[in-house]
């Protein structure tokens, strides 16, 4: 079985543009939760999405949104990019809401220059 | 949310037994214990998770005394593929209400032939 895969790898892009990143989650998991992680530090929880709803949100400006589809895939949206966004984007799925026991994919790394 | 602290880096060898302590003073009495091990550009891995006293399983030990103020990890036998930061969290279990994980910066380990 695959697991969970985010798309594009890697992203460079310029300060004030947008970027969508997307995940798909491992097959049967429902919940999806989005983290950044800045070079050398730990991950930082930015999003949680539950069947197609917001169910945590971390300390990110309003720049930072989210969705997630019928098919329980999510894209991460930054708008107004500016340099300290640059970081390793992480993507996790777990089987339901409530558990945290969390799979993580690959990253995408996003470059703002 | 309990805040952990974890020593920044280790040096091992092949083959020794690695212990990693994580400090929790604040810890409630619903928070459980987990470890997560992060590999250069990829996602974090769950390894393993506790509430009191020892937990084992195919990759590593929990160690966590009975004040839960502190826990370690122990992993046998080392090698070099063990090489990677390891993240002592400290909040709801698996199986519990919240989603999100709160992730320190971790203690690099690295191991040497």
């Known amino acids: 079985d695959a697991g969970v895969t985010q798309s594009p790898t890697h992203l460079i892009k310029t300060r004030g543009q947008h970027v969508t990143l997307r995940c798909s989650p491992i097959?049967?998991?429902?919940?999806v939760s989005w983290y950044q992680q800045v070079l050398g530090q730990g991950p930082q929880f930015i999003f949680q999405y539950y069947e197609k709803e917001e169910r945590g949100r971390g300390n990110f400006p309003d720049r930072f949104s989210a969705r997630q589809f019928p098919n329980y895939s999510s894209e991460l949206n930054v708008n107004a990019l500016l340099l300290g966004d640059s970081a390793l984007y992480l993507c996790?799925?777990?089987?339901?809401?409530?558990?945290?026991?969390?799979?993580f994919g690959p990253g995408t790394r996003l470059t703002v220059l | 949310l309990a805040k952990t602290t974890q020593p920044i880096s280790m040096d091992s060898y092949e083959g020794q037994e690695v212990n990693i302590t994580c400090s929790h003073n604040?810890?409630?009495?619903?928070?459980?214990i987990t470890w997560y091990q992060q590999f250069p550009s990829q996602g974090p891995r769950f390894i393993i998770q506790?509430?009191?006293t020892k937990v084992t399983n195919e990759v590593a030990s929990l160690f966590i005394p009975a004040d839960r103020k502190s826990s370690t990890l122990s992993l046998p036998r080392v090698s070099l593929s063990d090489t990677a930061v390891y993240y002592c969290l400290v909040g709801a279990s698996y199986n519990n209400a919240g989603n999100m994980l709160t992730f320190g910066g971790g203690t690099r380990l690295m191991v040497k032939p």
């Open positions: 097959s049967g998991h429902k919940s």
């Open positions: 506790g509430y009191k």
């Open positions: 996790a799925s777990s089987l339901g809401q409530n558990h945290n026991e969390q799979f």
């Open positions: 604040n810890i409630a009495t619903n928070d459980y």
